[in-house]
């Protein structure tokens, strides 16, 4: 599974976290991979993605623009609300009719783009990821 965290437009967010030694301590057993919008990680469950974003959470908010959990069961990848709600306190079920679902797209100037689905990618899309997301998370 993936974690994937978008960072800020301009911001190499890889150097970034490399610079700082508390993000370095934290992501020692997870070896960051750089991206060109900001970082993959790969984490063995869901729940262990927030929790990594938990101890990130100081990062995530300064430097992060966007952080997506994958979620292999579904192929999708989960917004960090929606996985919070979903396997943390379990107020909601996950199910192949979720509906509030959209792509994420990475432009190259390193903005991203919330599109719903059936709207054709901007172009200069430099990734694209599946998303579902909670309702007031909604492009």
């Not at 970034?16 to 984490?43: M, N, W």
């Not at 993605?49 to 990062?59: D, I, N, P, T, V």
Request: hydrophobic content about 40%; charged content about 25%.
């Amino acid at each position: 599974m993936l974690l994937i965290c978008i960072g800020k437009p301009g911001l190499d967010l890889y150097r970034t976290l490399s610079d700082s030694e508390t993000s370095r301590h934290i992501l020692r057993f997870y070896h960051p991979k750089e991206q060109a919008f900001g970082i993959s990680l790969e984490v063995s469950t869901i729940s262990n993605g927030l929790a990594l974003m938990s101890e990130l959470r100081w990062y995530a908010m300064r430097y992060m623009r966007e952080v997506l959990i994958e979620d292999a069961e579904h192929g999708v990848f989960l917004t960090q609300g929606l996985a919070c709600e979903a396997y943390d306190s379990r107020s909601v079920s996950l199910s192949p009719t979720w509906e509030t679902r959209y792509r994420v797209c990475v432009i190259d100037a390193g903005e991203i783009v919330r599109l719903p689905e059936g709207v054709p990618e901007q172009e200069g899309a430099v990734r694209t990821f599946s998303v579902w997301g909670l309702p007031d998370e909604r492009p």
